[in-house]
């Protein structure tokens, strides 16, 4: 169980506030990201530096800040715009810091915390909704909770809480990590270049572009050979190898199984600006393991849901990895198994969700966020885009589990009831 932890000079100052501030000791990470609960989270900044902040939005500098949660308080994090079409100056998104000041600082065991101030999402659900279907079907993603955001006392507006990707997260989904080092494997974030996408195609035997497509996290002194040269590898097996010889010398490399969880899960969500990015691959993590192959993790799903009439086969041509996966009998039919899969998962009648697990996933956060919605006075959308988008989500999941079986019956040559 872990719980607010300072550096080692602070631990009396520590326990004298526990002791004193009436929280509950027995709270986790795992309290701070309960979707089912609109959580509040306070940060107080010095004065002028929340007015600084919003000004220089486009800037990355960071400003001291004291962090609240159910009790919990955490002193002198750092706090800084974050986003890329996201950034704004009137509700800014945040990246909390937590050791920025005091090295070796965390909070519940968390080293950092987005703060998305949900600006590209008139709905306020997609990315929340998207990424707890994910962990459904066995995703791996980052948890997510809604929030009511106070700075210096006064409503900024709803947020959604989401996990940093770092070791802390490596270690939840896929085992122990050393975090002094981070031996167990190699954690990259993709970096989207404009105007020049990338669908998994070789880029020659030089280092360098994989540098500047793939940001390394804690690996700081390593070879650049040991870091990027697997990734080189990777992309030049999967362009120069035939499609009947693909599977087997890729499978070392790329854990096939959960690249086509991932495609089938963002294709079933319509994620138009995902791995198969309508621009290129886009919005992910990827995260070596010791034994050498990759795995996809899933960010940024605001724009997911873009349409239940989402091609099951969108773009797969123009992704050198889907093209030749797409090209094996075998491998084809696996697609089109977990996308059925899917749209069970989405469809499926659990207590209380007579409608299906999706429909009431989306209604049950919808209920959750309302009044925290109508009472942001810094959401860009207006009442009218709100409730639009509110009625597309609520409309998506039976229209997309209609229009997915209807595609999976004509790829088996048995057209279904209902299905023009």
């Not at 974050?82 to 600082?105: E, F, I, W």
């Not at 996408?197 to 002194?221: C, E, M, T, V």
Request: net charge negative; with cysteine.
């Amino acid at each position: 169980m872990r719980f607010l932890t300072l550096t080692a000079g602070f631990a009396v100052v520590a326990a004298f506030a526990l002791a004193c501030a009436g929280r509950d000791p027995a709270l986790t990470d795992a309290d701070l990201f309960r979707g089912e609960v609109l959580q509040r989270v306070d940060l107080r900044f010095g004065e002028g530096d929340w007015a600084a902040l919003k000004k220089a939005f486009r800037d990355n500098t960071y400003y001291p800040a004291d962090l609240t949660w159910n009790g919990h308080t955490v002193a002198r994090v750092g706090v800084r715009s974050r986003g890329h079409g996201s950034r704004s100056g009137a509700k800014p998104g945040l990246l909390v810091d937590m050791n920025r000041y005091t090295p070796g600082q965390t909070f519940l065991g968390l080293k950092a915390l987005v703060l998305d101030n949900l600006t590209q999402d008139a709905s306020g659900v997609r990315e929340t909704v998207a990424m707890r279907f994910y962990s459904r079907l066995n995703v791996p993603a980052p948890r997510e909770a809604h929030t009511r955001l106070y700075v210096n006392g006064d409503y900024a507006g709803l947020y959604v809480i989401i996990e940093e990707v770092d070791e802390f997260l490596v270690s939840r989904l896929f085992g122990h990590v050393d975090h002094a080092g981070q031996d167990a494997g190699y954690l990259f974030e993709f970096n989207y270049t404009t105007g020049v996408p990338w669908r998994f195609d070789y880029l020659g035997p030089k280092l360098a572009p994989y540098k500047d497509r793939f940001d390394i996290k804690d690996k700081h002194g390593r070879a650049d050979d040991a870091i990027w040269g697997p990734v080189e590898t990777l992309t030049r097996l999967a362009s120069e190898t035939s499609p009947d010889a693909f599977a087997d010398t890729i499978k070392a490399h790329l854990d096939l199984e959960a690249f086509m969880r991932y495609v089938a899960a963002q294709n079933f969500v319509a994620q138009h600006d995902g791995l198969l990015g309508y621009a290129g691959a886009n919005n992910f993590y990827l995260y070596r393991r010791s034994g050498g192959s990759h795995v996809f993790i899933a960010w940024d799903e605001d724009n997911a849901f873009a349409s239940p009439d989402f091609a099951l086969d969108t773009r797969h041509d123009e992704n050198v990895v889907m093209r030749k996966l797409m090209a094996q009998d075998a491998l084809r039919a696996r697609y089109y198994g977990l996308l059925q899969t899917a749209a069970a998962a989405a469809a499926e009648v659990t207590p209380g969700r007579p409608d299906g697990w999706l429909r009431g996933e989306i209604k049950a956060q919808l209920d959750l966020i309302a009044r925290a919605k109508y009472d942001d006075l810094q959401s860009p959308f207006s009442s009218h885009e709100q409730f639009a988008a509110q009625e597309l989500m609520l409309g998506f999941p039976a229209a997309r589990v209609r229009f997915v079986a209807c595609q999976l019956a004509r790829q088996s040559g048995t057209p279904a009831a209902g299905c023009q």
